[in-house]
């Protein structure tokens, strides 16, 4: 089977029919590179000038789609030329044709030819001058070195220079697509923040206005609706002040992860209280000592969270909210009765309970909640561990 070469470069076929006619001027003048008398000169006359000059530049078609093809090529082009009276477009071909072969070869090909070149020139310098003890026989060796080893070298130093450009251009590249990586987690780390923040301050406060409002709407008691609207209002207001707060957070300039009027476990008493006033019967008991900030934050809206639940979600009964220390962990745990009910007070989404998951994961503790059974019956149970040690936090 044929084997199909490239096609030759625009480039390579403009060098190639440069050479060509350069070389075709040179011998239309009968301008050689040796006299027609020497030794070496085995095809004498003019005509035999053209056969390595035509294979020389079909090897410069090749310089690039081909170039160990075109070197072996050259080679045989060059000994062919010294067997006539030589023509110095053919040699300097054979320069370009080398210069080529090292800077669009295979790897091994680009390392091999320089050492191979310059183990010739070396030869072509010590040989000629042992045998002749001449002087003039090292000029062999200069020759060899200036149309092999030289062109060879050159395109060893301009390949080294173009692999270390285009390293640092995928470095750069690579960088770059780190740094965009880093920039969508960021964000998508801070749009989840956010997210969780804006569920835990506003949700408690808007299901308590829902439960309410339906309790003033649905019943004709004025003493009732006087309870529900100072619940509601007061909801209202607390709400709004947390939604002022998640907007200080959205234009704190400073970059800071909170900031400073954060929820901590000392405003537990306030939030249960809160609860109370909503309808819930609730238990808090806190023994514990000092606590990181970030745990005081994951704890505190764990409880709100799990408080809001309750509230929407619970059948009638004690509510448990319990935060004890051990072990060099925070343990969260809030209980609520658990039964059938037709539909919740207010719809949820489910986002509350991923909200304390992934708070829970970002400090590197443990998080569980579902149905357990009790010696009071079945209860719906949350619980988080969270580690108190800074080795442990992110």
């Not at 003048?29 to 035999?48: H, K, Q, S």
Request: proline share 6%.
């Amino acid at each position: 089977m044929a084997v199909r070469l490239p096609r030759p470069r625009r480039f390579d076929a403009g060098v190639a029919l440069a050479g060509l006619l350069g070389g075709l001027l040179l011998w239309g003048i009968g301008l050689g590179t040796r006299p027609a008398d020497e030794p070496i000169v085995l095809f004498d006359g003019r005509w035999p000038l053209l056969a390595p000059l035509a294979l020389m530049a079909g090897c410069e078609l090749l310089r690039s789609a081909a170039p160990r093809t075109a070197l072996l090529t050259a080679v045989a082009a060059l000994v062919l030329d010294t067997m006539t009276q030589g023509s110095l477009v053919t040699v300097l071909m054979f320069t370009d044709v080398m210069y080529a072969a090292v800077l669009y070869g295979t790897a091994a090909t680009a390392r091999r030819i320089p050492w191979i070149t310059a183990l010739l020139s070396v030869a072509a310098t010590v040989v000629p001058f042992a045998v002749w003890r001449v002087p003039e026989a090292l000029l062999i060796g200069v020759a060899v070195g200036i149309v092999a080893f030289a062109p060879a070298a050159t395109g060893l130093i301009v390949r080294s220079h173009r692999e270390a450009a285009e390293a640092a251009r995928l470095r750069a590249e690579q960088t770059a697509l780190l740094a965009e990586m880093d920039r969508v987690q960021a964000v998508t780390a801070e749009r989840a923040r956010m997210a969780r923040e804006l569920h835990d301050m506003v949700a408690n406060h808007l299901s308590a206005i829902a439960i309410h409002s339906t309790a003033a709407l649905s019943l004709d008691d004025p003493a009732t609706t006087r309870r529900a609207l100072e619940v509601i209002r007061q909801n209202s207001v607390e709400g709004l002040a947390e939604m002022r707060r998640l907007i200080g957070i959205l234009r704190d300039a400073g970059g800071a992860a909170e900031p400073a009027a954060s929820p901590t476990l000392d405003g537990l008493g306030a939030l249960v209280d809160g609860a109370r006033a909503n309808g819930l019967d609730v238990t808090f008991e806190a023994r514990h000592g000092p606590v990181p900030a970030p745990v005081e934050l994951a704890a505190y809206r764990i409880v709100q969270e799990s408080l809001t639940n309750a509230l929407k979600h619970a059948v009638p009964g004690p509510v448990r909210v319990t935060l004890t220390s051990g072990d060099d962990l925070l343990n969260v745990t809030v209980t609520s009765p658990y039964g059938d009910r037709d539909t919740p007070l207010v719809p949820g989404s489910g986002a509350g309970l991923v909200g304390m998951r992934e708070r829970v994961a970002l400090l590197g503790g443990t998080f569980g909640a579902g149905p357990e059974a009790s010696a009071h019956g079945m209860i719906w149970a949350v619980r988080a561990a969270l580690p108190l040690t800074e080795g442990d936090l992110p």
